[in-house]
């Protein structure tokens, strides 16, 4: 008996159901260590055939899935990009956004991290790790445009010896780590526990683009319109990225 050939649409729906179901594995507590492919093929209704002609190890399903949150980070970026203001503005908007990226789903914020590793790498299929780098490529172009309008137009001028990389490199680097060290799943030491995300966040972003030397500088911008606005302009695309549950 042939095969059944399914259309990219099923395809897709099944590939939502198995990563769904190995975050669900991640969130029960176990984390990564928790993924297992006979695991997830437990709790989906499909093959262990079937999960294997989509993903050929774990690592290969842990790279998918975080793809998968690259992505929507990509379309959520799209729509912030859009922002009417100075680049200073459209900066922040795009900070604010991944904030709100993340916070809408923590676990899969902290994955992205994980395709970075060397053993997953190793046993990642080439298709997805040279889609984890197109993606990744496609997100810092999108940063680094409003970068490149900020140096042209004279808002930006960047230090000696960094380029728009460096820039985007230096903002996102803040950005990670605040949300990584302040978010709820990581215990708090002294020095963080008046630490309240959102009010961090912001502060930590202005204060690095005010010493890049972005203007107009931080008290001349209305941050609670901006992020307002922000929040309004990016929502739709956030609510509409949940993975399948199977």
């Given at each position: 008996?042939?095969?059944?050939?399914?259309n990219?649409?099923?395809?897709?729906q099944r590939?939502?159901?198995?990563?769904?179901?190995?975050?669900?594995?991640?969130?029960?507590?176990?984390?990564?260590?928790?993924?297992t492919?006979?695991?997830?093929?437990?709790?989906?209704?499909?093959?262990?055939?079937?999960?294997?002609?989509?993903?050929?190890?774990?690592?290969?399903?842990?790279?998918?899935?975080?793809?998968?949150?690259?992505?929507t980070?990509?379309?959520?970026?799209?729509?912030?990009?859009?922002?009417?203001?100075?680049?200073?503005?459209?900066?922040?908007?795009l900070?604010?956004?991944?904030?709100?990226?993340?916070?809408?789903?923590?676990?899969?914020f902290?994955?992205?991290?994980?395709?970075?590793t060397?053993?997953?790498?190793?046993?990642?299929?080439?298709h997805?790790?040279e889609?984890?780098?197109?993606?990744?490529?496609?997100?810092?172009?999108l940063?680094?445009?409003?970068?490149?309008?900020?140096?042209?137009n004279?808002?930006?001028?960047p230090?000696?010896?960094?380029?728009?990389?460096?820039?985007?490199?230096?903002?996102?680097s803040?950005?990670?780590?605040?949300?990584?060290?302040?978010?709820?799943?990581?215990?708090?030491?002294?020095?963080?526990?008046?630490?309240?995300?959102e009010?961090?966040?912001?502060?930590?972003?202005?204060?690095?683009?005010?010493?890049?030397?972005?203007?107009?500088?931080?008290?001349s911008?209305?941050?609670?319109?901006?992020?307002?606005?922000?929040?309004?302009?990016?929502?739709?695309?956030?609510?509409?990225h949940?993975?399948?549950?199977?």
């Amino acid at each position: 008996m042939a095969p059944k050939i399914i259309n990219d649409e099923d395809k897709q729906q099944r590939q939502q159901v198995i990563m769904g179901a190995a975050l669900e594995l991640i969130r029960s507590g176990g984390g990564v260590g928790a993924v297992t492919i006979d695991k997830v093929v437990a709790k989906v209704p499909y093959s262990k055939g079937t999960v294997y002609g989509h993903y050929s190890s774990k690592e290969d399903l842990l790279t998918a899935m975080c793809n998968y949150c690259v992505s929507t980070l990509i379309e959520v970026f799209a729509a912030a990009i859009d922002f009417e203001g100075s680049t200073r503005e459209k900066a922040l908007c795009l900070a604010y956004s991944y904030l709100l990226h993340a916070q809408s789903d923590m676990t899969r914020f902290n994955l992205v991290v994980t395709a970075k590793t060397p053993a997953t790498r190793a046993k990642a299929s080439q298709h997805h790790t040279e889609e984890h780098m197109a993606l990744e490529d496609d997100l810092n172009r999108l940063f680094c445009s409003v970068i490149v309008d900020a140096i042209d137009n004279g808002e930006l001028t960047p230090k000696p010896g960094m380029d728009a990389g460096g820039v985007a490199f230096a903002i996102w680097s803040m950005a990670y780590g605040t949300v990584a060290l302040l978010q709820d799943q990581v215990e708090r030491c002294a020095i963080r526990e008046s630490q309240v995300l959102e009010v961090a966040y912001l502060t930590h972003t202005n204060l690095v683009l005010d010493g890049l030397g972005w203007q107009p500088l931080d008290n001349s911008i209305d941050l609670q319109a901006l992020t307002r606005a922000c929040h309004q302009r990016v929502a739709p695309q956030i609510k509409n990225h949940g993975l399948h549950k199977p």
